[in-house]
């Protein structure tokens, strides 16, 4: 169900999907407006629950419902694809004063344990439970820089 709320001079609209609440500004002070708006919402999420639509993987699924389900493309910027992309993006953006050094360090040996236990090519959509479990079971069993295995006392 969709309702929607005035705020001060203009309405958001709000839904809840799959247990999920969202709720969206409508950059309308036009009640006819907000209540079509609200109108297809319902209409979107009827056809998300009986399986006739869904949204694209990657989508912004607040966008997708307010366009009635007919928004297909993704959000523009640059892709990552492989983890390593996702990597060298992110310490890019780090690596412009945003942390302190020791930091920065720290997290680039982290990020080389992920490099070697998921491989530089990654596709990053694809991570799923058994990718990080894989993970934690390959650092379980390495030894530290004191000789003991990680997660056992000394």
């Not at 319902?42 to 928004?71: C, H, K, M, N, W």
């Amino acid at each position: 169900m969709a309702t929607i709320e005035r705020r001060n001079d203009t309405f958001r609209v709000i839904f809840y999907h799959a247990g999920r609440r969202y709720t969206a500004t409508l950059k309308t002070t036009d009640a006819k407006a907000a209540a079509a708006v609200s109108g297809s919402v319902e209409r979107t999420l009827g056809l998300l629950r009986q399986g006739a639509i869904s949204p694209p993987a990657g989508a912004d699924f607040v966008q997708f419902v307010l366009s009635g389900g007919y928004q297909t493309d993704l959000p523009k910027g640059a892709e990552v694809r492989t983890f390593k992309d996702l990597r060298d993006r992110y310490l890019a953006t780090l690596g412009v004063g945003a942390v302190e050094a020791n930091t920065l360090l720290t997290i680039r040996i982290h990020l080389d344990h992920w490099t070697r236990t998921l491989g530089a090519g990654f596709p990053v959509q694809s991570l799923a439970r058994d990718d990080l479990q894989r993970h934690v079971t390959r650092q379980a069993g390495q030894k530290g820089r004191r000789g003991r295995t990680a997660g056992r006392p000394p």
